[in-house]
């Protein structure tokens, strides 16, 4: 009796073992779920430094023109892809899609996406002194960065004029990257209907807390910058 009780344990122990594996997903099959759907940016965030050297995650869909929010692109071969125009035109001229080669490699871990026009867009950081409008107080599109106690008088001189140059206003414009070569980007939560990119590209940022000297303007260094994506697709 000990005997077959002993082999059962070892039968559901097996069992047990089976079921409890994750199922690995073919490397064909999930470069059939790129080709066999449209695909959209449904989300995703920038990760960009603010003048004071700090990081600030933006909301990446803030920064996509609202004519190409209806774009979309497709995998449309084992190697080649399309950027498709969704219907709203930027500009008249804009073509019906943009070609674009891409590779999946590592058992489908990273996904590589080369001269890939129109399909990322980015930030223009800038910062300007912050002036006080009388008339209007207090300003509604003013955002505050570094306090970075720079003297508005040289030495030896005498103060004539008063001029607030420790506090800068910051701003963000959108800017399109073009013809850029995404390498060997992590690409996670791979199903039939969405994935997630993260990915990063060369920038730049000024910085308040340290200048350049030079009447009459007190200029920020500009600084090499990382800026991280991490984008989310749906199928569309």
Known sequence: MAKY?????????????????????PVDTQKDWLRNSKWKIA???????????????????DWIPACNKDDYFGFNTATTGSFFNGG???????????????????????????????????????????????????????VL?????????????T?????????????????AVDNINIVNAPIT???????????TLKAQYPDSTNLHPGAPDWDPIIRVDTFKYKINFTAN
């Not at 004071?52 to 909301?59: P, Y």
């Open 5 to 25: 009780f002993i082999i059962t344990l070892s039968l559901a122990a097996v069992l047990f073992a089976a079921c409890s594996k994750k199922a690995t997903i």
């Open 43 to 61: 989300s995703g965030t920038l990760t960009v430094k603010k003048p004071n050297g700090k990081d600030t995650v933006l909301n990446y869909l």
């Open 88 to 142: 709203v035109r930027c500009a008249p001229s804009d073509p019906d899609s943009i070609s674009f080669t891409y590779e999946l490699s590592n058992d489908n871990k990273y996904l590589s996406l080369y001269c890939s026009d129109h399909l990322y867009y980015s930030v223009n950081e800038t910062i300007l002194p912050w002036v006080i409008d009388t008339l209007v107080f207090p300003p509604s599109d003013v």
């Open 145 to 157: 960065d570094t306090l970075h106690g720079v003297n508005d008088t040289a030495a030896g001189y």
């Open 159 to 175: 103060r004539t004029l008063i001029v607030m140059d420790t506090l800068w206003k910051l701003h963000f414009a959108p800017a």
């Open 189 to 199: 939560n791979f199903t039939a209907n969405s994935f997630t990119l993260y990915f």
